[in-house]
T-cell receptor, first 112, second 115 residues
């Protein structure tokens, strides 16, 4: 079955450092992959989309990579701030059923 | 800020009651979704719609029903609420074509507690 794996443990990072979150997927080949941020009690908010033919995408302090051979996407936040603390969700898009497949997310905690 | 609204934000009701969770969007998106999410868990798709008069069941079996009579409105109804329905319900919308297709915009959610 299609499966998304994200760091199940919370990630604690010191303010100012780079946070790196991992998303691994199995049993399919997504056309593209999206990353979302979710704050407690709120709906997810779209951050970045990366296509299968793109190696890297950047937006301000955010960077996403997509390795279709490893079946993995990495999400980086540089110069992290306490306000970046949230849960980050990985969502590959599968053409065969026209849906996003959602990971459970990684909880990121940036300590001052 | 996404223009998608869910009401109520919080709802506590007794077992057996009928409830409708409201969702409206003003972005003209053709596709709309309902997800169920428990704390710390992934989103589970329970219903979606490609447009007016189109509704489909998602991957997670649900006793709820939906309707799509207008593009902007996608309400979810539980005919008889049970404690097992206690969860957060998230509504989302997206385009199905164009540059931004399948980027989903979410409402703030409805947290439902059934006693």
């Amino acid at each position: 079955s299609q499966k998304i794996e994200q760091n199940s443990e919370a990630l604690n990072i010191q303010e100012g450092k780079t946070a790196t979150l991992t998303c691994n997927y199995t049993n399919y080949s997504p056309a593209y992959l999206q990353w979302y941020r979710q704050d407690p009690g709120r709906g997810p908010v779209f951050l970045l989309l990366i296509r299968e033919n793109e190696k890297e995408k950047r937006k301000e302090r955010l960077k996403v990579t997509f390795d279709t051979t490893l079946k993995q996407s990495l999400f980086h936040i540089t110069a992290s701030q306490p306000a970046d603390s949230a849960t980050y969700l990985c969502a590959p898009y599968v053409d065969s059923n026209y849906q996003l497949i959602w990971g459970a997310g990684t909880k990121l905690i940036i300590k001052p | 800020e996404a223009d998608i609204y869910q009401t109520p934000r919080y709802l506590v009701i007794g077992t057996g009651k009928k409830i409708t969770l409201e969702c409206s969007q003003t972005m003209g998106h053709d596709k709309m979704y309902w997800y169920q999410q428990d704390p710390g868990m992934e989103l589970h798709l329970i219903h979606y719609s490609y447009g007016v008069n189109s509704t489909e069941k998602g991957d997670l079996s649900s006793e709820s029903t939906v309707s799509r009579i207008r593009t902007e409105h996608f309400p979810l109804t539980l005919e008889s609420a049970r404690p097992s329905h206690t969860s957060q319900y998230l509504c989302a919308s997206s385009y199905t074509s164009g540059v931004g297709k399948n980027i989903q915009y979410f409402g703030a959610g409805t947290r439902l507690s059934v006693l």
